[in-house]
């Protein structure tokens, strides 16, 4: 039976998503949500994203966009080296795309083109990478950067506490769905290395990029897997520096 699956934040961590994928036994035809930030941090950005690209080809793999990724195709498509970028992580990812052929390029540039702002799936479960700030959800968004970098959606689940999802206090900005799936903010802010769960949202980035793991998750049953501490996998490199 298919399984869908759910991966937080990679940050160029080609050795962690190898191993989030075994230990999760994900098998052809699976379902693979990727919830963005696959580049800057670790040195194998370029590896992930050819990686993630060719496993399209025998799973059902959705891609969302993360604000490190449209970092990454300002310079790849444009080469517009932002600054903010450049200290956090993109200078990785350009020293791991100097390494390979122009074949790499052209790769990423049609993952790019792939990629989603958010998804719902087929049960009303929404997968973005950050949040969304509309009450009448996401396709009102006027704002696309908040897909990729809203951090006001997570921040107000975390307030819901014991609040039901019939009461008129719970807010209309989270009744239209009846799960929703990010990444963005690292878990490690609130003291978890592991998945969070408040209200209907769950927070899957369970800090890659700096010194936690990478988590994969089955999105029906909760299960989920994690990768060894990251920085273990690489350990003459120094991920990457705190940024939003």
């Known amino acids: 039976m298919k399984r869908t699956f759910a991966i937080g934040d990679i940050h160029g961590a080609?050795?962690?998503l190898l191993q989030v994928l075994e230990r999760a036994n994900v098998l052809a035809g699976d379902?693979?949500?990727f919830l963005g930030d696959y580049v800057d941090g670790w040195s194998q950005s370029r590896e992930v994203m050819q990686f993630i690209s060719?496993?399209?080809?025998?799973?059902?793999?959705i891609y969302i966009m993360g604000n490190h990724d449209e970092w990454c195709e300002e310079w790849i498509r444009h080469g517009k080296i932002d600054a903010v970028w450049k200290m956090h992580g993109g200078k990785s990812t350009m020293e791991s795309f100097a390494q390979g052929d122009g074949m790499a390029t052209v790769n990423a540039l049609l993952l790019f083109?792939?990629?989603k702002r958010y998804w719902i799936d087929e049960k009303n479960r929404l997968f973005v990478h950050a949040g969304y700030t509309s009450m009448h959800g996401p396709a009102k968004e006027h704002h696309l950067s908040n897909f990729?970098?809203?951090?006001t959606l997570w921040e107000m689940a975390r307030t819901m506490k014991n609040i039901d999802k019939n009461s008129p206090e719970y807010p209309q900005r989270l009744r239209h769905f009846e799960e929703?799936?990010?990444g963005h903010t690292p878990t490690l802010d609130f003291g978890h290395t592991e998945p969070m769960h408040c209200a209907n949202v769950w927070n899957l980035d369970t800090g890659a990029a700096?010194?936690?793991?990478l988590t994969i998750m089955d999105v029906d049953t909760k299960e989920f897997w994690q990768s060894d501490v990251v920085k273990t996998l690489y350990p003459n490199e120094l991920g990457r520096n705190k940024i939003n």
């Open 14 to 16: 080609y050795k962690a």
């Open 31 to 33: 379902r693979i949500v």
């Open 54 to 61: 060719d496993l399209g080809k025998t799973h059902e793999c």
């Open 113 to 115: 083109n792939n990629m």
């Open 148 to 151: 990729s970098w809203d951090r």
């Open 180 to 182: 929703i799936f990010i």
């Open 210 to 213: 700096f010194t936690g793991r």
